[in-house]
């Protein structure tokens, strides 16, 4: 089976502090995502990679940053974090195109 | 740029009626689309897909939705629903092309009464 696992399941952060999630996929997918998701919002996608060392602002990319140094791992972060910030946020990998989405089971941010 | 509309915040529907969840797409050509399921604390769950060929798709746990490429629409549906299919329910589109990206709805959340 597919495995995406995000490193925090809860995180309490204050306002101004750099922020870092992390995702990790074990099935060598090319193409991995973040995303947010808010209530009445659905998901909304922050950045998306599909390959290493490559990304692509997605519908909210404001405040946000994304680093892929290897195939594997797809970082989150945010460089200041603000209340406005605070959110269920969701990484995703992919195979290629026009494969299914896998995701983590979310990292909630609370930023105070 | 394409975008997801699902019209019904919340839809009630008793143990054993059936189930249709609506869903239109934007898009210029014809998309990839989706329906993905997220139950209370879990994360989200492909229920099927559609990339071309038969219109109708069948999915997971008895679900199947139809592609009507003349109504924009990939309406989710279930012939006779069960308690444990309460849960969220999210129609998504993605574009054609190597950095496709995948474009959800708000979201649908379903509650079953028995």
């Known amino acids: 089976d597919v495995k995406v696992t995000q490193s925090s399941r809860y995180l309490v952060k204050r306002t101004g502090e750099k922020v870092f999630l992390e995702c990790v996929q074990d099935?060598?997918?090319?193409?991995m995502f973040w995303y947010r998701q808010d209530p009445g919002l659905g998901l909304r996608l922050i950045y998306f990679s599909y390959d290493v060392k490559m990304k692509e602002k997605g519908d909210i990319p404001e405040g946000y940053s994304v680093s892929r140094e290897k195939k594997e791992r797809f970082s989150l972060i945010l460089e200041s974090a603000s209340t406005n910030q605070t959110s269920m946020y969701l990484c995703?990998?992919?195979?290629?195109?026009?494969?299914?989405?896998?995701f983590g089971e979310g990292s909630r941010l609370t930023v105070l | 740029a394409q975008s997801v509309t699902q019209p019904d915040i919340h839809i009630t529907v008793s143990e054993g009626a059936s189930l249709e969840l609506r869903c239109n797409y934007s898009?210029?050509?014809?998309?990839?689309l989706f329906w993905y399921v997220q139950s209370p604390g879990q994360g989200l769950q492909l229920l099927l897909k559609?990339?071309?060929?038969?219109?109708l798709v069948q999915g997971i746990k008895g679900f199947e939705a139809e592609f009507k490429r003349s109504q924009s629409s990939f309406n989710l549906r279930k012939p006779s629903v069960h308690w444990s299919d309460a849960a969220e329910y999210f129609c998504a589109v993605a574009n054609t092309g190597t950095a496709s990206k995948l474009t959800f709805g708000t979201g649908t959340r379903l509650q079953v009464t028995l």
């Open positions: 099935m060598d997918h090319e193409n």
């Open positions: 995703a990998s992919r195979w290629g195109v026009p494969g299914e989405l896998f």
């Open positions: 559609y990339f071309s060929g038969d219109t």
């Open positions: 898009y210029g050509a014809t998309p990839y």
